[in-house]
């Protein structure tokens, strides 16, 4: 089977600039989470999706957005780019039987 | 809140030698989990082992074992017989919900770079 895929696996962008994140779940998996790791530091929680509807969000501001779809595949929006939003944008997928999250390789996201 | 402290930036161990990750937590949650990630270079999160508060038992996965001390609010992780392919980041996290909630978004710490050395 397999696993949690993200596209692209680099970005480079401007500041000011938006950008979207993908992300497909693991087949089977209806709970998408967002995870910005910036470099040395472990990830932050960004934002839980269920079944389409939010179920948990980080202290993130508002620049960032997300959504899930039908096929329980997501999308990580960040608006209006800051420096400070260079990071590894990771995504995980789980199933509501288990805590266990399992994660994508990541997107890399340089802002210059 | 929930917190999570690794106190150790960076580790050594000898090829084929045990090493110990230390990791310690602060929540008021009377429920709540803990789980180790190894990351490579790559940058994927691999999960290794997962411990509930309400566990009767240390968890364990081949290799890999908790020592999860309640009372001192501990979790460390255990790797035995450490090999080459174990250099790579390690972080402990904490759920900071749980499947009723449906909030299940993980808490990290700041990782603890282990070199395994031949």
């Known amino acids: 089977d397999a696993g949690v895929t993200q596209s692209p696996t680099h970005l480079i962008k401007t500041r000011g600039q938006q950008v979207t994140l993908r992300c497909s779940p693991i087949?089977?998996?209806?709970?998408v989470s967002w995870y910005q790791q910036v470099l040395g530091q472990g990830p932050q929680f960004i934002f839980q999706?269920?079944?389409?509807?939010?179920?948990g969000r980080g202290n993130f501001p508002d620049r960032f957005s997300a959504r899930q779809f039908p096929n329980y595949s997501s999308e990580l929006n960040v608006n209006a780019l800051l420096l400070g939003d260079s990071a590894l944008y990771l995504c995980?997928?789980?199933?509501?039987?288990?805590?266990?999250?399992?994660f994508g390789p990541g997107t890399r996201l340089t802002v210059t | 809140a929930q917190k999570i402290t690794q106190t150790q930036p960076g580790m050594f161990v000898q090829e084929k030698e045990a090493v110990t990750l230390d990791c310690t937590y602060d929540?008021?949650?009377?429920?709540?989990?803990l789980f180790w990630y190894k990351q490579p270079s790559s940058g994927e999160m691999i999960f290794l082992i997962y411990?509930?508060?309400?566990?009767?038992q240390n968890a364990t996965e081949g290799r890999y074992s908790l020592n999860f001390q309640k009372a001192r609010k501990s979790a460390n992780l255990v790797i035995s017989a450490s090999q080459l392919g174990d250099s790579a980041m390690y972080f402990c996290?904490?759920?900071?919900?749980?499947?009723?909630?449906?909030?299940?978004?993980?808490?990290f710490g700041t990782g603890t770079r282990l070199t395994v050395i031949p």
């Open positions: 995980a997928s789980s199933t509501d039987r288990s805590y266990e999250q399992y």
């Open positions: 087949s089977g998996h209806k709970s």
């Open positions: 999706y269920y079944e389409k509807e939010e179920r």
């Open positions: 929540t008021s949650d009377p429920s709540y989990g």
């Open positions: 411990q509930g508060s309400y566990d009767q």
């Open positions: 996290a904490m759920r900071g919900g749980g499947l009723k909630t449906g909030a299940n978004n993980l808490f």
